[in-house]
């Protein structure tokens, strides 16, 4: 998972919050099953609660849980790839494109002889069925345990350069989004965070950095959602579409 790519977007707000749900799916299901990946660029395109220059910690979970009130939640990222654009980005490829919230932003596909790309009217997607916020190390390990990762606001600045070992500096603001995956103690440093950054698997402990207890101002605004209801095979909710798309083709719907 890297938020740079194709080119630099500031998303980590939506990466936090879309990764920590995606666990929390994967719980639900057991285990079991091919890992659900779902769409950021459906948030960014759509929720209006941040873009690739910032957003909000509070907001993804918000959206999805007001999206989620349709029946219909976020869509897969099968149907709308990262694309590390936002409306109003002009890095990379983000100016040639549309990134307004259309059926094509939402969930498509494109016929493998040459038809047209479609905007789907039905699609894989996850609903939320509740959201809150904690902070503290007790309010966190709790709902960790309980119900799986949560998504936390840091300080990152001290962790650019990190490449191993356990952050340990103290700080009083933050600047980023990361999720929290668990927790673990050191013989020398005492309860540690296990962090799952968005800057990809080059950076850190294969993505990963471990977070003292207290350093980082991780431990000051964390959000979390519970998985609604998921596409998936074991509950025979399949979306039947043809390969062009042209059955579910929200144009005609």
């Known amino acids: 998972m890297n938020q740079h790519l194709p080119q630099y977007c500031g998303s980590c707000w939506a990466h936090g919050a879309v990764s920590a749900l995606a666990d929390r799916i994967k719980i639900a299901r057991g285990g079991k ?3 659900i990946q779902l769409s950021v660029q459906h948030i960014l395109n759509c929720a209006n609660v941040g873009s690739c220059h910032g957003g909000s910690l509070n907001g993804p979970y918000q959206w999805m849980a007001q999206q989620s009130k349709s029946g219909t939640g976020i869509s897969y ?4 790839p990262y694309m590390a654009c936002s409306s109003e980005s002009r890095e990379g490829i983000c100016p040639y494109g549309d990134w307004t919230c259309n059926a094509l932003n939402v969930a498509r596909t494109c016929g493998t002889f040459g038809q ?6 039905d699609f894989p997607n996850a609903t939320v069925a509740d959201y809150g916020h904690i902070s503290g190390a007790a309010a966190m390990q709790k709902e960790i345990y309980a119900r799986g990762p949560i998504s936390c606001t840091i300080d990152a600045e001290p962790i650019v350069d990190y490449t191993s070992g356990i952050a340990t500096k103290r700080s009083f603001s933050t600047d980023h989004v990361i999720s929290v995956v668990g927790w673990g103690t050191d013989g020398a440093e005492g309860l540690y965070w296990l962090v799952r950054n968005s800057w990809g698997e080059y950076w850190g402990e294969n993505g990963y950095v471990r977070v003292k207890s207290g350093a980082l101002a991780l431990e000051e605004a964390c959000t979390w959602a519970v998985p609604g209801s998921f596409t998936a095979p074991e509950f025979s909710n399949q979306v039947h579409c043809f ?5 579910c083709d929200a144009a005609t719907k």
């Open 33 to 35: 099953g091919i890992d």
């Open 77 to 80: 990222a099968s149907g709308n």
């Open 116 to 121: 047209k790309c479609v905007g789907l009217s």
């Open 243 to 247: 390969e062009d798309g042209s059955n």
